[in-house]
Structure formats: structure tokens, C-alpha cells
């Protein structure tokens, strides 16, 4: 059962490494560590777009845990200009993502893991527009996304 005072601690870390003519390793890790059972809101997560890709954004939750990312990266290809003054830029990459979660509670079900690889699209329009388009395929099954499911995701941003 989950109780009002407890404690977490979180670790990030992200690394772009050059390697040569313009293509880049991303490198990513994240964790959490909990001393007593969380409610929902206070979980680490490791299913979605920015954590395990290829699984339902909430899939799989624990009260610590932590996740690693894996993804070389083309150089940036310019498009053309939109509008004669906003340069348009793509890049692709694939990616291979792995997370394991743990409870503090074993009657919740002791640990998860969650293991995804796969391809994804990234483009802007100058400072003012960015689009991801990333392809994921599960690795692990879950009730939710079977061994070898296929998730597509698509985002849009735009800043003013």
C-alpha cells in the first residue's frame, strides 16, 4: 500500500557523441529508485514515446527502475527553404531501447522488462516547426503489445 512519506531519488543522463561527416550516437539512461510502493502518479514509467518506443505510452510502471537508449544518427539533409527564409531539415535513425521496472511490494509482481529497436524520422522548418515519426517494434511481449507488434508514432511541434 502506498504511503504519504516517502522517498525517490532520479538520475538522467544524455550524451550526443559525434563520430564523423555529420552522424551522431545518442546515448540516454534514466532511473528511479523508491523506498516504499508509490501510488501511479509518483511511478517510473518505461513504455512510450519518450521512454521504451515501440509500447503504449503508460504500458508498465514500477516503483523504481530505469531505461537505456541507443541511437545513431544520420546528419541533417537540407530540403530547400520554405517561404525563401526557413531552412527545411531531415534525419533519420534507428534506435534500440531497453527499461526494467521493480516493485517494492513483490505481491505486485517483483519486476518488468520492456526491450523495443527501430526506426525513426525527425524534421523541422527553421525554429518554428518539428515533426517525429518513429516506427517501434516490442521486442518483449505484454498483454498490451505482443512480441513483434509494430507502433507508429507522429508528432507535430510548433513554436511561436
Same mark, same amino acid.
Given at each position: 500500500?502506498?504511503?504519504?512519506?516517502?522517498?525517490?531519488?532520479?538520475?538522467?543522463w544524455s550524451r550526443?557523441?559525434?563520430l564523423?561527416?555529420?552522424?551522431?550516437?545518442?546515448?540516454?539512461?534514466?532511473?528511479?529508485?523508491?523506498?516504499?510502493?508509490?501510488?501511479?502518479?509518483?511511478?517510473?514509467?518505461?513504455a512510450? +514515446?519518450?521512454a521504451?518506443?515501440?509500447?503504449?505510452?503508460?504500458?508498465?510502471?514500477?516503483?523504481?527502475?530505469?531505461?537505456v +537508449?541507443?541511437?545513431?544518427?544520420?546528419?541533417?539533409?537540407?530540403?530547400?527553404?520554405?517561404?525563401?527564409?526557413?531552412?527545411?531539415?531531415?534525419?533519420?535513425?534507428a534506435?534500440?531501447?531497453?527499461?526494467?521496472?521493480?516493485?517494492?511490494?513483490?505481491?505486485?509482481?517483483? +519486476?518488468?522488462?520492456?526491450? +523495443?529497436?527501430g526506426?525513426?524520422f525527425?524534421?523541422?522548418i527553421?525554429?518554428?516547426?518539428?515533426?517525429?515519426?518513429?516506427?517501434?517494434w516490442?521486442l518483449?511481449?505484454?498483454?498490451?503489445?505482443p512480441?513483434g507488434s509494430?507502433r507508429?508514432?507522429?508528432?507535430?511541434?510548433m513554436?511561436?
Amino acid at each position: 500500500m502506498a504511503r504519504n512519506d516517502y522517498l525517490t531519488a532520479t538520475l538522467g543522463w544524455s550524451r550526443e557523441q559525434p563520430l564523423t561527416a555529420g552522424y551522431t550516437l545518442l546515448l540516454r539512461a534514466d532511473g528511479q529508485w523508491a523506498n516504499v510502493p508509490l501510488i501511479s502518479n509518483e511511478q517510473f514509467g518505461i513504455a512510450g +514515446s519518450s521512454a521504451v518506443r515501440g509500447y503504449q505510452d503508460g504500458e508498465q510502471f514500477g516503483d523504481s527502475g530505469w531505461k537505456v +537508449s541507443l541511437e545513431p544518427r544520420t546528419p541533417f539533409h537540407d530540403l530547400g527553404m520554405v517561404d525563401g527564409t526557413l531552412p527545411m531539415r531531415v534525419r533519420a535513425s534507428a534506435f534500440m531501447d531497453y527499461g526494467e521496472v521493480y516493485y517494492v511490494d513483490p505481491a505486485r509482481g517483483g +519486476s518488468r522488462r520492456l526491450w +523495443s529497436a527501430g526506426l525513426a524520422f525527425q524534421g523541422g522548418i527553421g525554429q518554428v516547426m518539428d515533426a517525429r515519426a518513429v516506427l517501434g517494434w516490442a521486442l518483449d511481449g505484454t498483454p498490451v503489445s505482443p512480441v513483434g507488434s509494430l507502433r507508429a508514432t507522429f508528432v507535430i511541434g510548433m513554436q511561436f
